[in-house]
């Protein structure tokens, strides 16, 4: 018994002892939130540093050298980069990392002072000095950090470039296998050598290296308070790519771990990146699936080695579709499991990992069981998945097709109840974690909406003895088919018409009796439905008749027509109102035939409607006149005028309607032809003062218009007359002034000026003349002087000058 509590004593203490050659140093992945145990630096390429030596428990925000924004930052909440869009705490194919920090920013030498690029970029840094545990080298101690960049594109040459770089080093050198750096590519051809700008990116081995350009301006120059920049599309990303190095050859020594993220050397550029670490030194991992899907793709993945080779074994029947020298493979699953294995190596390391994986069938998603009809409101409809491999997930519908609703469903079967629309039905399958998710094929349950009989135009409709009427039945706002009609006498025994009708109307026929009808309507698979009840009631008295004259009639404008009716049956009667008649009103009709006349004076086209009544039938006799009123003839003899003796002057009157074309002037003194639109007049000595004539124009059916003409005969010469004053205070008499032209063809002008000589009116219009205002301002009693020209019938020019006062 003492011997095996020995040995199992021996093999406690090996146990113990390959778990601390394998722990990880305290928070070398800041996993305490801060930056305990790092030391941190910031400062300027080639400058002054300011350092924050470890332990920097608490610690975590660094701020750029000398200025108030933020260098180093520890992340322990993942967001998105503003211009990679990678998360800021990565997850590599199923690992996740749960924090990181960030080193630098978008902030610039400019951000120093206004203007220049000196004195030389921002730098930042943080270091870790690791006391590599005590044992044989034989066994991997390994460190795995994940970086993503942000860099601006400077157009240096490469060395001066902004970047970032992971540097190991011990005492008194640096292990350059395990200490890469990354920037922008460029061909080195900026001219004059350092410090200097316009070197063009290699762009394809930038791209090649995993950059992106980012597709976020940047204010690039911007320098303090951000003034004067220029938006530039010269940002560059790379997402996140994993990293590890091997310290077993230095076990029981120290060697340091440096990120650092630096700005181009002149400093206007600027650089800043994410690093996370790994919690795990035992060595390579793989990461990927342990259980994998059949026949679907798949990356399994170990960190990179800078400068490595990469040898990948994978099970029976897989297959290595890319990346077999490379850290990721992407893989087709084999119809079995097996392991997969890693061997990487560069002159710093030689890792080998081992991971077993298992298979599973891939999913398949089955079909919903089955398309269905019910009506809409109350229903159940029960649904089961068919044909399916994996689990349901969950249940989803869809009243379009296009848009889904989840159901918080996770077995076979579910139960659809009172739905009101059609809907589809589907569910989420997946054969296990390893294998995709897939959409059953949907069910699709047909809704049909509840039957609804609709309502008969007219409910109701009144037939007397005599009518000879055919009621017409229309079935409105009904929801399903006509299955048929039915008809009643005493509306509770019902039967159906002959031949079936499923059309929305229904001739009744002749009616003798009172019936009652409705129609059966049925939507899909829903009961059926009656509609409202339509009556035809029969009544057993004579229907009210008259017979009239004329029942359409033509009269002009202003006339009146008679209008004649006899009453055969019926016991009273009505004139409607609308249009002035003599005699109107109602009556009592003493006995049959009874004769009624009127006239009728409207004064426009309408309708005159004579209502009979008999008394037992609620069905009135319209009989309706129709009285056709032609529009008004309008006739235009022209403007009053004034003429001097021997003088032609030639009328030319108008009229509304061309159908008015016999004219007649009167009196025909001096006209040469009366009975013309346009007759020529000329006065003699004996002529009096003025003549007014009436002119008339008339149509064949006899309607007429006139219009009246004064015509102020001078027996001098051609002259103006110009009135002394006028009183234009509104009354309608002598508001406003103009010159009185006898003889005269045409005004060239009426001019009128104030007192200084400044024109206030003027027109070339005969009969226009001024009203006393000044852009609408009222002028006060003054003299004005005015100034006409006009030529005469005979082409003489007539000139009056003189002057007229305004009187308020």
Same mark, same amino acid.
């Given at each position: 018994?003492m011997?095996?509590?020995?040995?199992l004593?021996?093999?406690?203490?090996?146990?113990?002892? &390959?778990?601390?050659?394998?722990?990880?140093?305290?928070?070398?992945?800041?996993?305490?939130?801060?930056?305990?145990?790092w030391?941190?630096r910031?400062?300027?390429?080639?400058?002054?540093?300011?350092?924050?030596?470890?332990p920097?428990a608490?610690?975590?925000n660094?701020?750029?050298?000398?200025?108030?924004?933020?260098?180093?930052?520890?992340?322990?909440?993942?967001?998105?980069?503003?211009?990679?869009?990678?998360?800021?705490i990565?997850?590599?194919?199923?690992y996740?990392?749960?924090?990181?920090?960030?080193l630098?920013?978008?902030s610039?030498?400019?951000?120093?002072?206004?203007?220049?690029?000196?004195?030389?970029?921002?730098?930042?840094?943080?270091?870790?000095?690791?006391?590599v545990?005590?044992?044989?080298?034989? +066994?991997?101690?390994?460190?795995?950090?994940?970086?993503?960049?942000?860099?601006?594109?400077?157009?240096?040459?490469?060395?001066?470039?902004?970047?970032?770089r992971?540097?190991?080093?011990?005492?008194?050198s640096?292990?350059?296998?395990?200490?890469?750096?990354?920037y922008?590519?460029?061909?080195?051809?900026?001219?004059?050598?350092?410090?200097?700008?316009?070197?063009?990116?290699?762009?394809?081995?930038?791209?090649a290296?995993?950059?992106?350009?980012?597709?976020?301006?940047?204010?690039?120059?911007?320098?303090a308070?951000?003034?004067?920049?220029?938006?530039?599309?010269?940002?560059?990303?790379?997402?996140?790519?994993?990293?590890?190095?091997?310290?077993?050859?230095y076990?029981?020594?120290?060697?340091?771990?440096?990120?650092?993220?630096?700005?181009?050397?002149?400093?206007?550029?600027?650089?800043?990146?994410?690093?996370?670490l790994?919690?795990?030194?035992?060595?390579?991992?793989?990461?990927?699936?342990?259980?994998?899907?059949t026949?679907?793709?798949?990356?399994?993945?170990?960190?990179?080695?800078?400068?490595?080779?990469?040898?990948?074994?994978?099970?029976?029947?897989w297959?290595?579709?890319?990346?077999?020298?490379?850290?990721?493979?992407?893989?087709?699953?084999?119809?079995?499991?097996?392991?997969?294995?890693?061997?990487e190596?560069?002159?710093?390391?030689?890792?080998r990992d081992?991971?077993?994986?298992?298979?599973?069938?891939? @999913?398949?998603?089955?079909?919903?069981?089955?398309d269905t009809?019910?009506?809409?409101?109350?229903n159940?409809?029960?649904?089961?998945?068919?044909?399916?491999?994996?689990?349901?997930?969950?249940?989803?519908?869809?009243?379009?097709?296009?848009?889904?609703?989840?159901?918080?469903?996770?077995?076979?079967?579910?139960?659809?109840?009172?739905?009101?629309?059609?809907? #589809?039905?589907?569910?989420?399958?997946?054969?296990?974690?390893?294998?995709?998710?897939?959409?059953?094929?949907?069910?699709?349950?047909?809704?049909?909406p509840?039957?609804?009989?609709? #309502?008969?135009?007219?409910?109701?409709?009144?037939?007397?003895?005599?009518?000879?009427?055919d009621p017409?039945? @229309?079935?409105?706002?009904?929801?399903?088919?006509?299955?048929?009609?039915?008809?009643?006498?005493?509306?509770?025994?019902?039967?159906?018409?002959?031949?079936?009708?499923?059309?929305?109307?229904?001739?009744?026929?002749?009616v003798?009796?009172?019936?009652?009808?409705?129609?059966?309507?049925?939507?899909?698979?829903?009961?059926g439905?009656?509609?409202?009840?339509?009556?035809?009631?029969?009544?057993?008295?004579?229907?009210?008749?008259?017979?009239?004259?004329?029942?359409?009639?033509?009269?002009c404008?202003?006339?009146?027509?008679?209008?004649?009716? @006899?009453?055969?049956?019926?016991?009273?009667?009505?004139?409607?109102?609308?249009?002035?008649?003599?005699?109107?009103?109602?009556?009592?009709?003493?006995?049959?035939?009874?004769?009624l006349?009127?006239?009728?004076t409207?004064?426009?086209?309408?309708?005159?409607?004579?209502?009979?009544n008999?008394?037992g039938?609620?069905?009135?006799?319209?009989?309706?006149?129709?009285?056709?009123?032609?529009?008004?003839?309008?006739?235009?003899?022209?403007?009053?005028?004034?003429?001097?003796?021997?003088?032609?002057l030639?009328?030319?009157?108008?009229?509304?309607?061309?159908?008015?074309?016999?004219?007649?002037?009167?009196?025909?003194?001096?006209l040469n032809?009366?009975?013309?639109?346009?007759?020529?007049?000329?006065?003699?000595?004996?002529?009096?003062?003025?003549?007014?004539?009436?002119?008339?124009?008339?149509?064949?059916?006899g309607?007429?218009?006139?219009?009246?003409?004064?015509?102020?005969?001078f027996?001098?010469?051609?002259?103006?007359?110009?009135?002394?004053?006028?009183?234009?205070?509104?009354?309608?008499?002598?508001?406003?002034?103009?010159?009185?032209?006898?003889?005269?063809?045409?005004?060239?002008? &009426?001019?009128?000026?104030?007192?200084?000589?400044?024109? +206030?009116?003027?027109?070339?219009?005969v009969?226009?003349?001024?009203?006393?205002?000044?852009?609408?301002?009222?002028?006060?009693?003054?003299?004005?002087?005015?100034?006409?020209?006009?030529?005469?019938?005979?082409?003489?020019?007539?000139?009056?000058?003189?002057?007229?006062?305004?009187?308020?």
């Amino acid at each position: 018994m003492m011997k095996y509590l020995l040995c199992l004593a021996a093999i406690m203490v090996a146990l113990c002892g &390959f778990s601390q050659m394998q722990t990880c140093p305290t928070n070398i992945n800041f996993g305490t939130g801060d930056l305990s145990f790092w030391s941190a630096r910031t400062g300027l390429m080639g400058g002054l540093n300011i350092n924050y030596p470890a332990p920097n428990a608490g610690l975590t925000n660094v701020p750029e050298y000398t200025i108030g924004n933020t260098g180093i930052q520890v992340i322990t909440t993942s967001t998105s980069d503003p211009y990679g869009f990678f998360p800021t705490i990565p997850t590599i194919n199923g690992y996740a990392y749960n924090y990181s920090i960030k080193l630098g920013s978008t902030s610039t030498s400019r951000d120093l002072q206004q203007g220049g690029r000196s004195p030389g970029g921002f730098t930042r840094a943080v270091s870790y000095t690791i006391d590599v545990p005590a044992g044989p080298a034989t +066994v991997p101690y390994t460190m795995t950090y994940a970086y993503a960049m942000v860099l601006e594109n400077g157009t240096h040459n490469s060395s001066e470039q902004p970047m970032f770089r992971a540097t190991l080093s011990t005492q008194d050198s640096i292990i350059t296998c395990a200490s890469p750096g990354y920037y922008l590519p460029t061909f080195d051809n900026a001219p004059g050598g350092g410090n200097s700008t316009g070197a063009t990116l290699d762009s394809a081995a930038a791209l090649a290296n995993g950059f992106t350009n980012s597709p976020v301006p940047f204010l690039s120059f911007s320098g303090a308070g951000n003034q004067n920049g220029v938006l530039l599309y010269d940002v560059w990303t790379k997402g996140w790519t994993e990293v590890t190095f091997d310290l077993s050859p230095y076990r029981g020594r120290q060697v340091t771990l440096t990120f650092e993220a630096d700005n181009c050397t002149p400093g206007a550029h600027f650089a800043y990146a994410y690093v996370a670490l790994r919690n795990v030194c035992a060595g390579l991992e793989i990461s990927g699936k342990t259980v994998a899907c059949t026949n679907t793709t798949v990356e399994y993945s170990v960190p990179a080695l800078a400068g490595a080779t990469y040898a990948w074994t994978v099970p029976a029947g897989w297959t290595i579709n890319s990346g077999a020298n490379s850290n990721i493979i992407n893989v087709t699953v084999g119809p079995g499991g097996g392991f997969i294995t890693s061997h990487e190596v560069n002159g710093c390391a030689d890792l080998r990992d081992t991971i077993p994986v298992t298979t599973t069938a891939p @999913t398949v998603a089955g079909r919903i069981m089955s398309d269905t009809t019910v009506c809409a409101g109350i229903n159940n409809c029960p649904l089961s998945i068919a044909d399916e491999r994996g689990t349901v997930l969950k249940w989803l519908s869809s009243t379009d097709g296009v848009r889904w609703q989840e159901i918080a469903v996770a077995t076979d079967n579910y139960t659809a109840q009172n739905l009101t629309t059609s809907t #589809r039905f589907a569910a989420l399958v997946q054969n296990g974690d390893a294998c995709t998710v897939d959409t059953a094929n949907a069910a699709f349950i047909t809704v049909d909406p509840k039957s609804d009989g609709g #309502r008969i135009s007219p409910d109701l409709t009144n037939v007397c003895l005599g009518e000879n009427v055919d009621p017409k039945l @229309t079935l409105n706002n009904n929801t399903g088919a006509v299955m048929n009609w039915q008809l009643s006498f005493d509306n509770s025994s019902w039967s159906n018409v002959t031949p079936a009708n499923s059309s929305t109307t229904l001739q009744a026929g002749a009616v003798s009796r009172t019936s009652y009808y409705r129609s059966i309507v049925k939507s899909g698979v829903c009961p059926g439905d009656t509609s409202d009840v339509a009556t035809i009631r029969f009544y057993n008295v004579p229907a009210p008749a008259a017979t009239i004259a004329p029942d359409s009639i033509e009269i002009c404008h202003g006339k009146s027509a008679v209008l004649s009716a @006899t009453i055969t049956t019926g016991t009273s009667y009505a004139w409607s109102t609308n249009v002035p008649l003599s005699p109107g009103g109602s009556g009592a009709v003493t006995a049959v035939p009874y004769s009624l006349t009127a006239t009728a004076t409207p004064p426009v086209t309408s309708n005159v409607v004579l209502t009979v009544n008999n008394t037992g039938c609620p069905n009135p006799s319209k009989d309706t006149f129709y009285i056709y009123v032609t529009d008004p003839i309008v006739v235009r003899a022209g403007n009053d005028t004034a003429v001097v003796y021997n003088q032609p002057l030639q009328f030319n009157a108008t009229v509304n309607d061309p159908k008015a074309n016999s004219w007649d002037w009167a009196p025909a003194s001096y006209l040469n032809n009366p009975g013309i639109p346009d007759p020529l007049a000329v006065y003699d000595l004996n002529a009096p003062a003025e003549v007014t004539y009436i002119a008339t124009a008339k149509t064949m059916a006899g309607c007429s218009g006139s219009d009246t003409l004064t015509v102020k005969i001078f027996k001098t010469g051609a002259d103006i007359f110009m009135p002394s004053g006028f009183t234009p205070n509104g009354d309608g008499r002598n508001d406003v002034i103009r010159p009185i032209m006898a003889g005269v063809k045409q005004l060239n002008f &009426f001019r009128v000026y104030n007192r200084w000589g400044q024109l +206030v009116f003027s027109t070339s219009e005969v009969n226009k003349g001024w009203n006393g205002e000044i852009g609408g301002t009222k002028q006060s009693s003054q003299n004005f002087v005015y100034m006409v020209q006009a030529v005469d019938y005979t082409g003489k020019v007539i000139v009056k000058r003189g002057s007229f006062v305004l009187i308020r």
